[in-house]
């Protein structure tokens, strides 16, 4: 249930905002390349790393390539001559195409990352902390400290080794801090700045910013914000970025960060990535896509699945291929009620509703119902004719185990949680 930010957020002027994606991107792809030690293809990156490439990271290894099907293929095949199991895939910006050749081969939409920015020429305030922790500068000794911080988020025991590594490092010049809230008995929060170069000018990259469910509501988000903010001010930065989740951007709205942009992400699941599919496979489903039905066999409308575990209605759906739908259609697919809502083709969503076999039926990836999709599309009016159809309030998804109620307070939608609450 990847949360999303929201769509309507006004951004600053465009040019500086490609300029400033352009730098955050490349801040984040250097950063994440530090994190498997180095260990980077490039494909055909065509010069400096730009918005329209894509940054695929493993866990032992990141490929950079462009958005173009060879090059894609190219470095799926080195990641898996890695360690590497799931990977997930960055773009700084949506793209429409990235998201065809990408789902085409297994790769599920993920969350989209909201980009924000601050300036640091202006004044950093020193916030008040209730709880009674001190904001340090992360040393080699606190390794222990950290290995007992199990609850504090992006900070997994192996991962909090490999970033107090990168933090204490000797490197010169130094480029990678970590800051902490630190209690007398334990870490409450800690994040990461990393700093870089783009364009002849030094911007900072705060990452891994997490606080101890235990200690939020106190301050110390902010403080470790402030604290990263001024340790990058300190080394010669002129900005900090970030990327944010709903429930940070509030935060960093309050500390005069603005949002430049929002990106995109997908995963591909270790299954995917270790088998991929055919080229076949992959050339079936591009079809669907592109609406390009005449290079189709009538036996695809029965296929139950594409490589993204999609039925091939829903990926006709998903890129909006009314054409393809029909095609679908006509030659026996299941009609899935929210691919024919979200086409357009609303009476006869509402007939499907009204058949058993479809209305409740787990489908896709996650094994969710029409119900559960419908949250996640945010859909009211979809919501309440699956709610009149009889839809089961109370059955859960196959993957993250949550009702429909559950995914609606998941995805922050309280208007959605509410008309199911009413229903039940």
Known sequence: MADRPNPDIPLSPRVDNDRDVAAMFANQAAWLVRNVAGNVLFVNPAGKLQPGHLVAVGSHG???TNS???????????????????????????????????????CRDSF??????????????????????????????????????????????????????LATAPDKPRRVWMVLARGQRRVAGAGILHLSEHNGEMIGGLYNLGVDPAFRGQGIGTALTLELCRVARDHGASCIMLNATPDGERIYRQL???????????????????????????????????????????????????????????????????????????????????????????????????DVRWLNAPRGPESTTSLHD?????????????????????????????????W?????????????????
């Open 62 to 64: 990141v490929a950079i």
């Open 68 to 106: 173009a099907g060879p090059e894609v293929d190219e470095a799926l095949r080195w990641l898996r001559t890695t360690p590497s199991s799931n990977v997930l895939i960055w773009s700084a910006v949506a793209l429409d195409e990235a998201g065809i050749l990408l789902a085409a081969r297994g």
């Open 112 to 165: 989209r990352p909201l980009w924000m920015r601050r300036a640091l020429a202006d004044r950093l305030p020193f916030p008040r902390i209730e709880a009674d922790v001190e904001i340090v500068i992360a040393s080699p000794g606190d390794r222990g400290a950290l290995l007992a911080a199990s609850d504090i988020p992006y900070f997994s025991t192996n991962q909090a080794l490999t970033l107090l590594h």
């Open 256 to 354: 005069d960060f603005t949002p430049i942009g929002e990106g995109q992400t997908w995963f591909l699941p270790s299954a995917s990535l270790r088998n991929p599919p055919s080229a076949a496979d992959i050339a079936r489903a591009e079809a669907i896509a592109h609406g390009d039905t005449i290079v189709l066999e009538d036996r695809v409308a029965r296929v139950r699945s594409l490589p993204n575990g999609e039925s091939p209605l829903r990926f006709a759906a998903r890129f909006e291929q009314r054409d393809s739908a029909l095609w679908l259609l006509d030659r026996g697919a299941d009609p899935e009620i929210v691919p024919l809502w979200m086409l357009g083709f609303r009476d006869e969503a509402i007939h499907a509703a009204g």
């Open 374 to 406: 419908a949250i996640r599309f945010n859909d009211a009016d979809l919501v309440r004719m699956l709610i009149a159809a009889g839809a089961d309030l109370t059955i859960r998804d196959g993957q993250w185990r949550g009702t429909p109620l559950d």
């Open 408 to 424: 609606a307070n998941a995805l922050c939608h309280p208007d959605l949680a509410e008309i199911i609450e009413l229903a039940m």
